[in-house]
């Protein structure tokens, strides 16, 4: 079975710090990873797409991650602010065409 | 450019009564998606439409669910008759195509709740 775990499943920190959340899934025959942000009572919204060739995708200061071979992905968040406080959810596309979700990151930044 | 639209987005009903959900999805995408997302959870995968096709309906339980999407464009996704545990959020998504895996964008979603 194709399984994705996030770690940690909650994170708070000061505003201004760098953060970085993790990824693992079980199959490392992917397409390709999406992370996204759920903000409470609201549908996703794709921050970032790496795909299964690329080590690395940056937008602004978000920097994502991928090592398939270890099935393990990162996303680093720079100069954290009050605004990136979210759920984050980390989603490889296996082999079978299934995006398949971690439980997520509910990360706070404190002001 | 519009993103993916749902409606309703919140919908209260008592057990045992239909419901309905729409989608419209992002212009020119050809894959629709249906997910699933519990209190707490990662979305779940309900069905996926290529254009007209439904290429993967393993996880819709088919005794109360039901989908559709006439002229490959808006999708809609049926319970009938709904239980105690449909309550949930039910989230569309769209993408241009998933031959080498493109980014799926996601509505807003319907937040149903079963009395």
């Known amino acids: 079975k194709q399984e994705v775990t996030q770690i940690p499943a909650a994170l708070s920190v000061p505003e201004g710090e760098n953060l970085v959340l993790n990824c693992s899934f079980t199959?490392?025959?992917?397409?390709?990873l999406q992370w996204f942000r759920q903000d409470p009572g609201k549908g996703l919204t794709s921050l970032l797409l790496?795909?299964?060739?690329?080590r690395e995708q940056t937008s602004g200061r978000l920097n994502a991650s991928l090592d398939k071979s270890s099935g393990r992905s990162t996303l680093y968040i720079a100069a954290s602010q009050p605004g990136d406080s979210a759920t984050y959810l980390c989603?490889?596309?296996?082999?079978?065409?299934?995006?398949?979700f971690g439980t997520g990151t509910r990360l706070t930044i404190i002001p | 450019e519009a993103g993916v639209v749902q409606s309703p987005r919140y919908k209260i009903i008592e057990k045992k009564q239909p419901v309905a959900f729409w989608c419209n999805p992002i212009?020119?995408?050809?894959?629709l998606y249906w997910y699933l997302q519990n209190l707490g959870q990662g979305p779940e995968l309900l069905i996926r439409?290529?254009?007209?096709?439904?290429?993967?309906d393993s996880q819709l339980p088919k005794d109360r669910f039901s989908a559709e999407r006439l002229k490959g464009v808006d999708s809609t996704l049926k319970i009938q008759p709904a239980e105690l545990g449909d309550s949930a959020v039910y989230l569309c998504?769209?993408?241009?195509?998933?031959?080498?895996?493109?980014?799926?964008?996601f509505g807003p979603g319907t937040r149903l709740t079963v009395l």
């Open positions: 199959d490392s025959a992917i397409y390709n």
């Open positions: 439409y290529e254009n007209e096709e439904a290429v993967d």
């Open positions: 212009s020119g995408h050809n894959t």
């Open positions: 790496i795909q299964s060739s690329q």
């Open positions: 998504a769209s993408s241009l195509g998933t031959v080498g895996g493109n980014e799926q964008f």
């Open positions: 989603a490889p596309l296996f082999g079978n065409e299934k995006l398949t």
